[in-house]
């Protein structure tokens, strides 16, 4: 067996171009993007981890199994990512079972780490995820996410930029933004238009991230934009609006947060879905004592993903039946009754805007989940190395 760790020869490990096998035996935790920088094993057969961390840290003799010790990098990440978003006031904990809209990364490593022209020596610059998978089917407020390894400093991100050409089958105007110096996504100026097949050619092949580091691989991912499926939630009207194409579809009772744990405002495309989530008041810093009135440890049907930080739509058991009427509000999330939580799980996919109004806590933050479209239009240019551009030619 061989320890599944940081690769022999980092150059040849990046997006795993290998499919996912299943790991049945072990709990697995969902991450933002796709795939896993420390996942991919060398040899004969990389081992590729879409979306999701592995629990424990070494590969078995069977595809799928892990057994001995926790790898710290991961966990440390995994634990990051979490503490930087801030506590929200729902959810947490991981996931019973994964949607079948998770991401599946693929790139094409190179087969050759040699020094070149176009390949300077010195280490590599990697992509550690793109969102959104290659050949789904996304939303009209989905941006495409790219995670690098390590910090892209400011004097490379136009250059870097220009490299991850994004085409599209009708002309779309948009740009790049960095949230910080290791996440980059590119939004449209207003949403995307259904029926828009888009893709991103990141050529990384001998691009500088300014820090010391060039790339060695080319990334491409294609996908498509589904139908406009539309959200609309009044957190003072306790209503949800659903529209698709522009018609009104239904309209749900909801609940949102309370008083004490208000909802994030604003407009936060699906991240994802599961049809069970366990959520734990604990895992987002409300309360770790049971015997107290905000302690929660449940696993909780229907679940829709708007936030990093815990926020979801979904059913809940002490509030079983949202509205108006009801007295109850929520630790941040959206409550919907069962048959509406299960109808709205079967409508909406990755990349759904969901837009939230009323609640007094403000705007998620960009960067908290998919919220790009909270930033109006000359916040997201001031965010960019190369400015604004329209798609090339699909």
């Known amino acids: 067996m061989r320890p599944l760790s940081v690769c022999d020869d980092e150059r040849t490990c990046a997006l795993c171009p290998v499919p996912r096998y299943g790991c049945p035996h072990y709990q697995w935790h969902r991450t933002l993007g796709h795939v896993l920088r420390d996942a991919c094993n060398c040899g004969p057969r990389p081992l590729c981890l879409t979306g999701r961390w592995a629990r424990q840290g070494r590969r078995a003799s069977r595809p799928g199994q892990f057994v001995g010790r926790r790898k710290s990098s991961i966990w440390i990440a995994f634990v990051t990512g979490v503490t930087l978003m801030g506590a929200s006031a729902c959810g947490g904990g991981g996931s019973d079972k994964a949607s079948g809209d998770d991401a599946k990364a693929s790139a094409k490593p190179s087969a050759s780490a040699s020094p070149s022209p176009t390949a300077p020596a010195g280490p590599p610059m990697l992509l550690e995820t793109i969102t959104p998978q290659t050949g789904t089917t996304v939303g009209v407020a989905m941006p495409i996410s790219v995670i690098f390894t390590n910090p892209v400093a400011a004097k490379a991100r136009a250059t870097v930029e220009k490299h991850m050409k994004v085409s599209a089958s009708q002309a779309v105007v948009g740009a790049w933004h960095w949230m910080g110096d290791k996440r980059a996504d590119w939004r449209p100026k207003t ?4 029926g828009t097949t888009v893709k991103i050619d990141a050529d990384m092949t001998g691009v500088s991230n300014g820090n010391g580091r060039y790339g060695v691989h080319n990334y491409t991912h294609t996908f498509k934009i589904g139908d406009d499926v539309r959200a609309d939630v009044s957190v003072t009207g306790h209503t949800m609006k659903v529209t698709r194409n522009g018609a009104p579809v239904r309209t749900l009772s909801i609940n949102a ?34 015997g107290s009135p905000n302690y929660y440890d449940l696993t909780l049907p229907w679940d829709i993903h708007l936030t990093q930080s815990g926020t979801y739509v979904h059913y809940s058991t002490g509030d079983p039946n949202p509205g108006s009427g009801s007295p109850r509000g929520s630790h941040g999330c959206v409550h919907l ?15 759904d805007p ?41």
């Not at 949403?191 to 259904?194: A, D, H, M």
């Not at 479209?373 to 329209?390: H, V």
Request: hydrophobic content about 30%; glycine content about 12%.
């Open 257 to 290: 947060g309370s008083a004490q744990y208000p909802t994030w405002d604003g407009t936060m495309a699906v991240i994802d879905k599961q049809e069970k989530v366990h959520m734990t008041s604990c895992s987002v810093g409300i309360s770790c004592e049971k």
């Open 354 to 394: 969901i837009t939230i109004t009323g609640s007094p806590r403000g705007k998620a933050p960009a960067d908290n989940g998919y919220a790009d479209f909270n930033l109006g239009w000359d916040q997201w240019l001031a965010g960019s190395a190369s400015g604004e551009g329209t798609t090339a030619t699909l």
């Open 191 to 194: 949403y995307w238009p259904s």
């Open 337 to 351: 009754s069962l048959s509406d939580a299960k109808w709205f799980y079967g409508q909406v996919k990755q990349g």
